[in-house]
């Protein structure tokens, strides 16, 4: 296992866990202790996780201390029911046997929530999301985490590993978002990282469906990622107008919309 990979795992475990032993760590990954101890020290390099005697633990907030929300909790916590639409309409595209890639929106947690509950036979699921593997627990459901930088922010994997990883891979679908979608402009984001993920993981993958909801349509930031007609599908709930809707459809943008009733 390359070690960066490693340690995106032991990473996840200490936020997971709260805390872990170099002796465990050293047995799950069947590597030394001394290979842990290195780990574990640039993983305290780098600001992650606390050293302490015999192991690390999280850099979670003090006790009565709340949380400082990050962007990636605010994204989470808008508009729930519009996300839980998109995930039930998008799991179609999910086939028993399928390698599937799910990038660090909160509209792909929603996808992987979704598969959760009624999880198609053999799924491999790959994805930048630490929050997603913490989710996802169905033996159903084999996932492997990207290597890469964390984001503690966006609560994402990114960077040259983590496109490098996606390179080499072979994807039935690759579910990918955006901070915003325009005809001009496509898909946008204000972060090159997330643009590199997301069309890495297009370039390795037989079919891109995009998880938009209807308050990014019309909203351009920074970066483009890629063209909308470049998409296979572009999954959306029903709080896009019909005007709208028939826009984007005229310019060759395969559109679903995805309505409440579809949802658990």
């Known amino acids: 296992m390359p070690p960066a990979l490693r340690r995106a795992q032991i990473l996840q475990r200490i936020q ?43 850099l979670g907030p003090a006790p009565g201390v709340p949380a400082i929300p990050t962007a990636w909790v605010q994204r989470a916590d808008q508009s729930r029911e519009a996300k839980a639409a998109i995930a039930a309409h998008a799991v179609r595209y999910v086939e028993a046997g399928a390698t599937i890639f799910l990038d660090a929106s909160s509209t792909a947690l929603a996808v992987a929530r979704r598969l959760v ?48 990883f996606l390179a080499e891979l072979n994807f039935a679908v690759a579910f990918v978002s955006a901070a915003g979608v325009t005809l001009d402009q496509g898909l946008t984001t204000a972060r090159r990282p997330l643009a590199d993920v997301v069309n890495a993981a297009r370039a390795s993958a037989e079919r891109s469906v995009g998880l938009i909801d209807a308050s990014k349509f019309g909203q351009a930031s920074l970066l483009s990622i890629a063209r909308a007609q470049e998409l296979d599908a572009i999954v959306t709930d029903s709080g896009l107008s019909s005007a709208a809707a028939r826009q984007y459809r005229a310019a060759g943008v395969r559109l679903e919309i995805a309505y409440p009733e579809e949802s658990p």
């Open 16 to 58: 997971r866990d709260g805390g872990v032993s170099v002796a465990d760590l050293a047995r799950a990954h069947a590597v030394s202790a001394v290979t842990v101890h290195r780990d574990l020290e640039e993983l305290a390099h780098r600001g992650l996780v606390e050293r302490v005697h015999g192991g690390a633990r999280s």
């Open 117 to 164: 509950e009624d999880p198609p036979n053999e799924i491999t699921l790959v994805t930048n999301s630490p929050a997603i593997a913490f989710e996802v627990q169905a033996e159903a459901l084999h996932v492997i985490v990207c290597p890469g930088e964390l984001d503690q922010h966006m609560r994402m994997l990114a960077g040259r590993w983590t496109v490098e």
